[in-house]
Every structure is written in structure tokens, then in C-alpha cells.
């Protein structure tokens, strides 16, 4: 059964609701345009490497089980989604050369400014997840969709080294789910249930460090 905030936090999360739209509009915008020329350079670097698209358009589950295409940074070959396995290891063969720079770096996450751009993520909040996986959420999970999914969250800084934990299974997605998920979703929900501006702020400050 899903908790019912206190009437104050409940207050404060409309409060802060408020405001976080727009100031997630304003960043987004003037990520997109100051970084630019970086975007520029890295979808060059990923086109040189095969003629295909830079982008590589995800489908994700969103607020309130609203389904979204997700765009990011190619990281790995085309096609590589139809080998149904969801979950990525540090030395997973589908993922290029170029993919290894910007996944080490984070640059993959950026084209994603434009998803908070459009509405459909935030800047901060908990990950957004393919249906296969949400449709494992228990119903405690499931506030995680009660809130728009981020571009990262305290999840993504302690488990920055998700593909270096999964690497060498057999399974990536069993591994996940056993080695990554009850952590992520935990700090996830923690993010849900406390969420202020102020934190937001440490968590991109972290994210950036």
C-alpha cells in the first residue's frame, strides 16, 4: 500500500513542484545551447565510427507508467537492444570504441536535456527504467513513478561503477536485479520522500565532481 505524506511534506512537495519545472526548462535550455559545440563533436566522433546515427533512442517507462523515448548518445553498435539483454558490463562486446569514452565520461547522458526539456525527465530524480523491469517493481517500487524519472539521482553517483559490478556475469540482467537494483530503488525512494531543492543541487554538484 502506498505511505500517504504528512499533510505538511505533502505541502512542500506541491510547493516544490512548483518550482522545479521551470527550473528545469531554464538549465536544460541553456545546457543545450553552452554545451553545444561538444554535442557537436561527439556526435561527429560516433558518426566517423560506422555512418550511422549518433543517437540512440531508449524506450522508457515514465511518470505515472508513461511511456517515453528516452535519447541518448550511441554507445554501443546498432541493433545492439535486439539481443534483449538490458542490463550493460563493462566488457560487453557491443560497445564501441568511442561508446567506452563517453560512457566512462558520462557525455551519453546529455542528449537527454532534451527529454527535460520536452517535460518528460527532470534533472535530478531516480532513473528511468525499461517495462520488463518495471513491470518487476514491488508496489513500494512503484512511487518511483510517482515523480518525473531524472537525468541522475544519489542511485547514479553510488553506482556510478554499475558496469564495472556487473562485468564478468553471465547474466547481466539477473545480476542487476540482484546485485544493484534494491540499493538503486532504495536511494531512489529516498529521493522521492525527501526531495528539495537544496538536494537537487548536491546531487548535480556531485554528478558534475
Avoid: C
Amino acid at each position: 500500500m502506498r505511505r500517504r505524506a504528512p499533510y505538511g511534506r505533502l505541502r512542500l512537495e506541491l510547493e516544490f513542484g512548483s518550482v522545479k519545472r521551470p527550473f528545469d526548462f531554464v538549465i536544460a535550455l541553456l545546457g543545450l545551447i553552452v554545451l553545444s559545440p561538444i554535442l557537436l563533436i561527439v556526435s561527429i566522433l560516433i558518426w566517423t565510427q560506422d555512418r550511422r546515427s549518433p543517437f540512440y533512442v531508449a524506450d522508457r517507462v515514465g511518470r505515472e507508467e508513461r511511456p517515453f523515448q528516452m535519447v541518448k548518445f550511441r554507445s554501443m553498435v546498432v541493433n545492439a537492444d535486439r539481443s534483449g539483454v538490458d542490463s550493460t558490463s563493462s566488457d560487453d562486446v557491443r560497445i564501441t570504441v568511442i561508446g567506452r569514452l563517453i560512457r566512462r565520461t558520462k557525455l551519453d547522458e546529455l542528449p537527454q536535456l532534451w527529454n527535460v526539456l520536452r517535460g518528460e525527465m527532470s534533472l535530478v530524480g531516480p532513473r528511468p527504467n525499461v517495462e520488463r523491469e518495471v513491470r518487476l517493481y514491488s508496489p513500494e517500487e512503484k512511487r518511483l513513478l510517482s515523480i518525473r524519472p531524472g537525468i541522475t539521482d544519489l542511485a547514479s553517483i553510488v553506482f556510478a561503477d554499475e558496469g564495472d559490478i556487473l562485468h564478468g556475469q553471465d547474466d547481466p540482467d539477473i545480476a542487476y536485479n540482484q546485485l544493484i537494483r534494491p540499493g538503486k530503488n532504495q536511494l531512489g525512494l529516498f529521493y522521492v520522500d525527501n526531495q528539495t531543492r537544496v538536494l537537487d543541487i548536491q546531487v548535480v554538484a556531485l554528478t558534475v565532481m
